[in-house]
């Protein structure tokens, strides 16, 4: 295996800029909202710079740090923490600042820069900055170890051949994941207006559900499940690595498949899920379960009319002026509802739910191109599978 040559030519360690919880330390009327961005390790994700939340500074304080602008092209590995963070910085990164948080590398004329922008992701490349890295608890990486990273080299014009291969799948994952952030603002808009929009009778929530307290005192129920606020209902070690419960569950909740439930101090970010997964699970005490009397409302539309704005707005507002903005049951089921007839509700859940199908569809589909396009590195990056250049 060859080493390919980086050259590392800034390490942005500015004045001002220190590693911080929020990518930087800077006073707090150096920020501004419309600044230039800075590039934390936060800010990288699947090989790409973010700039949803990224920190900014004024366009002045920018000037002083011109020596650690962006460039497109250049690569960005993290100082510490998860050195699986690895960006490659395009045209839109283009007079960023790089943090100090990262490690800014920029490549020589000797090699392909996309065929290395590639092998970066591999996960073997992860897995030798882990191996290599300096401290225990808290991995550091620096520029020496960076700078020696082995890269499995090819002719140049065989590295291309391999990069235009891999840059076709990351089109086509790109393509796929435009069309499922459209196709789910549209589905968002299409909830709030089927579901609230108009002018229909208000019923409260009260009306028609019914909270359940059942616990599990002869403990027949080992499965601990929780509630996210992004994934509904999820087995508490896939989300922690662990079991997070207590060792005596007799008094844990039970939740039955169909049924609600939700964490009063989390609601107000979206912890409220009905359980499809599974038949039965328990819950902590401190968690609300309740159940919808599908004579008078739809399940499934009530499930789509909580993830619309209108539902949001109410639970947030209904948790303010509580100490810890918690939402007991008695508060959330005060919250209006916008009553349709049983038949109405059921053709739209119908036709929400079909549109949500296709949402999961090509969620899968970019899924499967993930792990077909990772599959294609493993051969061609390693040279376990050649091509000929063109």
């Not at 839109?92 to 820069?113: H, K, Y």
Request: glycine share 6%.
């Amino acid at each position: 295996m060859n080493r390919a040559i980086v050259i590392l030519v800034s390490i942005a360690t500015p004045k001002g800029l220190q590693t911080g919880p929020f990518g930087s330390q800077l006073k707090a009327e150096e920020y501004t909202k419309h600044g230039v961005p800075v590039v934390m390790p936060k800010d990288i994700c699947d090989g790409k710079i973010k700039a949803a939340g990224i920190a900014r500074v004024p366009e002045e304080k920018a000037k002083k740090l011109a020596k650690h602008r962006i460039i497109s092209g250049d690569i960005l590995f993290p100082r510490r923490g998860d050195l699986g963070r690895i960006g490659v910085a395009t045209q839109e990164n283009e007079g960023w600042l790089c943090g100090s948080g990262c490690l800014r590398a920029r490549l020589n004329n000797t090699v392909d820069t996309k065929y290395i922008h590639q092998y970066v992701q591999l996960t073997s490349v992860r897995r030798w900055l882990e191996s290599n890295a300096l401290g225990q608890t808290m991995l550091n990486l620096n520029t020496d170890i960076i700078a020696n990273l082995p890269i499995f080299i090819v002719s140049k014009k065989e590295q291309t051949t391999i990069a235009e291969i891999l840059v076709t799948w990351d089109a086509a994952i790109e393509k796929t994941e435009r069309l499922i952030e459209a196709k789910e603002k549209r589905f968002s808009w299409l909830v709030s207006r089927l579901t609230s929009g108009g002018k229909h009778a208000r019923v409260h929530i009260r009306d028609f559900t019914t909270e359940v307290s059942k616990r599990n005192i002869d403990r027949a129920i080992n499965r601990v499940l929780s509630v996210t606020n992004d994934r509904g209902f999820v087995l508490p070690e896939d989300q922690f690595d662990r079991r997070v419960a207590s060792s005596d569950v007799s008094n844990y909740k039970i939740v039955s498949s169909g049924q609600y439930a939700y964490n009063p101090s989390r609601i107000n970010v979206g912890s409220i899920a009905r359980l499809d997964d599974w038949d039965k699970g328990v819950l902590s005490p401190m968690y609300v379960v309740f159940k919808v009397n599908e004579k008078k409302v739809s399940s499934d539309f009530f499930l789509l009319w909580l993830s619309s704005h209108e539902a949001k707005e109410r639970i947030r507002k209904s948790a303010q002026g509580s100490v810890r903005e918690t939402v007991s049951f008695t508060d959330f089921s005060a919250i209006p509802f916008p009553l349709q007839s049983l038949k109405q509700q059921q053709q739209i859940a119908e036709t929400l739910n079909t549109a949500r199908q296709e949402i999961d569809l090509l969620k899968k589909q970019a899924d499967a191109y993930r792990k077909q396009k990772r599959g294609l590195m493993q051969k061609l990056l390693t040279g376990e599978w050649r091509v000929k250049a063109g």
